[in-house]
C-alpha cells in the first residue's frame, strides 16, 4: 500500500504560518511512524508531500499523485479557514486518482466531519489519529471499501451507502509514550530559522487542564497527558545525532502536570534541567501561560540553561473585561507585564498573541490591546477573533445565532464574522491601522537590522508574511488573488 500524505498550503492571512514554516509536518511524521504491519508482511510505503512552504501556487499535489500513484491520500486539515482549499484539493485527487481512498484528518475535520465527507473525502480520522489511522489502514489493507460502512471501528467518520455517519469516538491514548515517535526519515526536512543545523517539533504532552472560551484544544485533545521525561530525552537525543539544532514543542502550553496545573513546576523544571545537562545544544522554542511563568520563574531559568530562545504567550487582552471575553478572567496587565519581564530580563524572545474583535470587548478593551501589547512583546501578533469549531465559545455563538455553521469557514484572522450590530468594515479597519502603526514605527524596523540572530530572522520573516498578505490583498482587489 502507498500512502501519501499531505498539508494544505499556506493562506496568505496566516501571518505568523510564515515565520515558522521552517518546521516539517510533524503530526504526519507521527501517524506515518505508527503505521501497522500489512497483511501480506511490511509496512505500507509513505510520502510525506509539505506545501506549507509554497506561497505563489496552490500546491503539487497533481504531480505527486503521478509520480508516487498512491493508493490512499490523507489531508490533515488543522484549521477551518483552510477547508476550501482542502476540499478542492480532495476534488483534484478524485479527478486524478479515482481508485485512492481519500482520507481527512485534523481539528478542522474532526469538528466538521460531514462538510469534508460531503467534499469529497471517504473517511475523516477525528480527534487523536495515530492508531484510529493504523486501524483504518489495517481496515483498508484487508480489503475493506469506501461506501460499505465502517463496522466495529471507532473515531471514523465514514459513509455508509450514501449516508454520512459518524463512528463513535475512540479513547484517547493514555500512555502517549506506547506511541512510535515521528518518523523523521520520511518527514521533509526544514533548516532552522535562529540555528544553523536543521529543526524539528516534538512534543511534551497533549490536551490542557485550562479553558479559556475561544479555544479547541481541550474538545479536540481531552484530560491533559504527559509523555515521560526519559521518552522526551530520548527523542531529543535522537534529533542531535540527526543534526537537528532547533526545537519547538507544539504543546498549547508548556508547564503542565497530569492534569494538576499545582504539580507541573517539578517534571518540567526537571525534563529541561536534564536537556542543559546533556548538553544538547538546542535553541528551544514553546508556547507558556502568562500566570506559569509569573508563579515560577525557577522554571524559565531552566528553560533557559537548555536553550530557550522563544516564547509564544498568549496575553490576549489586558482589561478586566477584554480578558473575561476571552475566558481569561484569572490574568490581569500587570501580571501579563510580569511574565513579559520574566523572559526579557533572561534574553528570552516574547511572541505576544492578541485576540481583537470579541463581540463583549468594548472599544476601552480594544484600545488597551493595541496601548501595552506592543509594550510587552518582542513581537506582536493581532489575529481577529474567530471563535474555533469545537471550542465553548463556537457553540454559544452558534446557538445564540451570533454566528453560522459557514463563517468557520472564514476564520482567516482577518474577517469579522459576529451579527452583533458592528460594522465588519470598521472593526477591520481599526485593526489594520493597528498593525499598520506597529509595523512602520522604528522600533519595529529597527529589529530587521538587529544584532541579534535570532531577533533580526524573526523579524525578517515577520515582514514577508506581512508582505504577502498584503500582496494577496491588492492582487484580490483586481480579481488577480493568490492563495
Not at 514554516?21 to 506515518?32: E, H, K, S, V
Not at 504539580?263 to 536537556?275: K, Q
Not at 489586558?318 to 480578558?323: H, K, Q
Amino acid at each position: 500500500m502507498r500512502i501519501l500524505l499531505t498539508t494544505p498550503p499556506m493562506r496568505s492571512f496566516n501571518v505568523s504560518g510564515v515565520v515558522f514554516t521552517n518546521f516539517g509536518p510533524y503530526n504526519l511524521a507521527r501517524l506515518a511512524a505508527n503505521l501497522p504491519e500489512l497483511p501480506g508482511g511490511g509496512r505500507p510505503v509513505v510520502r510525506i508531500a509539505d506545501y506549507n512552504t509554497l506561497r505563489l501556487r496552490e500546491h503539487r499535489l497533481a504531480e505527486d499523485i503521478r509520480d508516487f500513484e498512491p493508493d490512499l491520500i490523507g489531508i490533515a486539515n488543522p484549521f477551518s479557514g483552510y477547508t476550501r482549499g482542502v476540499v478542492e484539493m480532495a476534488r483534484l485527487a478524485r479527478r486524478l486518482r479515482p481508485q485512492a481512498v481519500l482520507v481527512a484528518g485534523g481539528q478542522a475535520a474532526t469538528f466538521q466531519w460531514e462538510r469534508h465527507l460531503r467534499g469529497g473525502f471517504d473517511f475523516v480520522v477525528r480527534f487523536e489519529g495515530e492508531r484510529v489511522f493504523a486501524d483504518l489502514v489495517r481496515f483498508l489493507a484487508e480489503g475493506g471499501r469506501p461506501r460499505a460502512g465502517y463496522p466495529g471501528f471507532r473515531g471514523v467518520a465514514y459513509w455508509d451507502g450514501e449516508v454520512p455517519k459518524q463512528g463513535q469516538r475512540a479513547a484517547f491514548v493514555r500512555d502517549l509514550d506506547a506511541l512510535r515517535p515521528a518518523d523523521r526519515d520520511v518527514e521533509p526536512r526544514r533548516r532552522g530559522l535562529v540555528s544553523p543545523g536543521w529543526s524539528a517539533l516534538t512534543e511534551i504532552g497533549r490536551g490542557c487542564p485550562y479553558h479559556c472560551s475561544f479555544c479547541s484544544q481541550p474538545g479536540m485533545w481531552g484530560r491533559y497527558r504527559r509523555r515521560s521525561n526519559e521518552a522526551i530525552l530520548a527523542e531529543l537525543e535522537d534529533l542531535a545525532r540527526r543534526g537537528f539544532t532547533e526545537v519547538n514543542f507544539v504543546d498549547d502550553t508548556v508547564g503542565v502536570d497530569h492534569g494538576d496545573p499545582t504539580r507541573f513546576p517539578d517534571v518540567t523544571t526537571a525534563l529541561f534541567e536534564e536537556i542543559a545537562r546533556r548538553g544538547l545544544n538546542l535553541k528551544i522554542g514553546l508556547c507558556l501561560r502568562a500566570d506559569t511563568t509569573a508563579r515560577h520563574p525557577e522554571m524559565v531559568d531552566a528553560m533557559v540553561r537548555a536553550g530557550l530562545v522563544l516564547v509564544n504567550m498568549g496575553f490576549e487582552s489586558y482589561t478586566r473585561g477584554g480578558l473575561a471575553a476571552v475566558g481569561k478572567s484569572e490574568s490581569s496587565l500587570e501580571l501579563n507585564r510580569r511574565a513579559s519581564r520574566i523572559l526579557r530580563e533572561r534574553g528570552v524572545l516574547v511572541w505576544g498573541s492578541h485576540i481583537y474583535g470579541a463581540p463583549s470587548q468594548t472599544d476601552e478593551d480594544l484600545a488597551a490591546t493595541a496601548r501595552h501589547g506592543p509594550e510587552v512583546s518582542d513581537f506582536f501578533r493581532l489575529t481577529m477573533a474567530s471563535p474555533l469549531p469545537g471550542s465553548a465559545a463556537y457553540h454559544k455563538m452558534l446557538a445564540r445565532g451570533i454566528i453560522d455553521e459557514d463563517a468557520s469557514l472564514d476564520n482567516t484572522y482577518w474577517h469579522y464574522n459576529f451579527k452583533d450590530g458592528r460594522d465588519p468594515d470598521k472593526v477591520r479597519r481599526d485593526m489594520s491601522l493597528i498593525l499598520a502603526r506597529y509595523y512602520a514605527s522604528p522600533a519595529s524596523l529597527g529589529k530587521l537590522l538587529h544584532r541579534d540572530r535570532a531577533v533580526r530572522r524573526l523579524a525578517r520573516r515577520t515582514y514577508q508574511g506581512v508582505a504577502f498578505f498584503a500582496l494577496h490583498r491588492a492582487l484580490g482587489a483586481v480579481g488577480a488573488g493568490i492563495p
